[in-house]
């Protein structure tokens, strides 16, 4: 499939300036309109503001685009017959001429394939909670994606509702290293601790871009996942009332097919009187801030001037 890279984009490229990719599911299937294009217009302003040059990735008519236009924006943010985006959907949305948002998943590897260095998310997809013995196991291929592309990964733990102790073992099955940053413990997306460990707590940007480096000396394909706690004045009040509350309000609702997140998401909105989405807006702001000084530090020319 035709791969396109926005003018900005591929100048940051060539002349090794630091950039950090974004995903689009956030805009077209996890907040609502305006809020999803207010976010992601604004967490673009936030990393130009820090001279780093974001990579926003779509699908738009069946061409993989790094580096969408605000037009393109506002076509995936208002559109709501735009498609869910995974890896396997890359081929299929090429022969369809579909739009639409990519997940992690399919952002990570577009991402790789354009040699970026550095993703931000707010949250990973993971092994899904078995509610019954013969539940068959769901497992989000953000996971696999993470083994195979080696990228510096910064989210705030796996979204809500995810089985968290099994998404950190299949990790490891992986290989994948789960770093903390300025914690030892696994970020719990809307609550700084899940009170599960990670495998190891680093202090500073420079330390993840060291670790990156010694990773890539050594051949390895696993991207480095960065757990990037929420502040603890900024959590969800009362989570596990709140997150039961989200429970029970999803069960309402069809749990199979594409619009689980969508609906878990809108679950904790309403359980958390509207608190959710502007948590969930601060986590993402904080996840760029940290990727932009990760990829300053991997960059061979570590600011952007235009």
Not at 43 to 66: N, R, S, W
Not at 100 to 107: E, H, K, N
Not at 183 to 212: L, T
Request: hydrophobic share 45%; charged share 20%; glycine share 6%.
């Amino acid at each position: 499939m035709t791969i396109r890279y926005s003018p900005l984009v591929r100048d940051a490229l060539d002349h090794g300036y630091p950039v950090v990719a974004l995903e689009t599911g956030i805009i077209t299937h996890a907040l609502p309109h305006p809020m999803n294009l207010e976010t992601a217009l604004a967490v673009e302003e936030q990393l130009k503001a820090a001279d780093v040059v974001p990579a926003t990735i779509g699908i738009i008519d069946g061409d993989a685009v790094i580096g969408l236009t605000t037009e393109e924006l506002i076509r995936l943010a208002e559109d709501p017959a735009a498609v869910r985006v995974s890896i396997r959907d890359l081929p299929i949305t090429k022969t369809k001429g579909s739009t639409g948002g990519v997940t992690l998943a399919a952002a990570v590897h577009l991402a790789h394939r354009a040699d970026i260095k550095v993703c931000a998310s707010t949250g990973l997809g993971g092994v899904h909670r078995a509610h019954t013995v013969g539940t068959a196991l769901q497992e989000s291929s953000d996971l696999t994606a993470l083994a195979l592309h080696p990228l510096v990964l910064v989210t705030a733990g796996v979204r809500p509702m995810l089985d968290v102790p099994a998404t950190l073992e299949r990790l490891e099955t992986l290989s994948v290293p789960v770093l903390g940053y300025r914690s030892d413990r696994f970020a719990g997306f809307y609550v700084a601790s899940s009170g599960f460990a990670v495998d190891h707590q680093v202090d500073d940007p420079a330390e993840i871009a060291a670790i990156a480096r010694a990773r890539d000396e050594l051949g390895l394909t696993q991207a480095l996942l960065i757990s990037n706690p929420v502040r603890r004045d900024r959590e969800v009040p009362h989570y596990s009332e709140r997150l039961a509350e989200a429970t029970a309000i999803a069960s309402r609702y069809a749990e199979d097919g594409e619009d689980d997140t969508q609906i878990l998401l809108a679950s904790l909105e309403e359980a958390t009187g509207g608190a959710a989405w502007q948590v969930h807006r601060e986590i993402y702001a904080q996840n760029v801030a940290l990727a932009a000084e990760v990829a300053k530090e991997l960059a061979v020319t570590p600011r952007y001037t235009d």
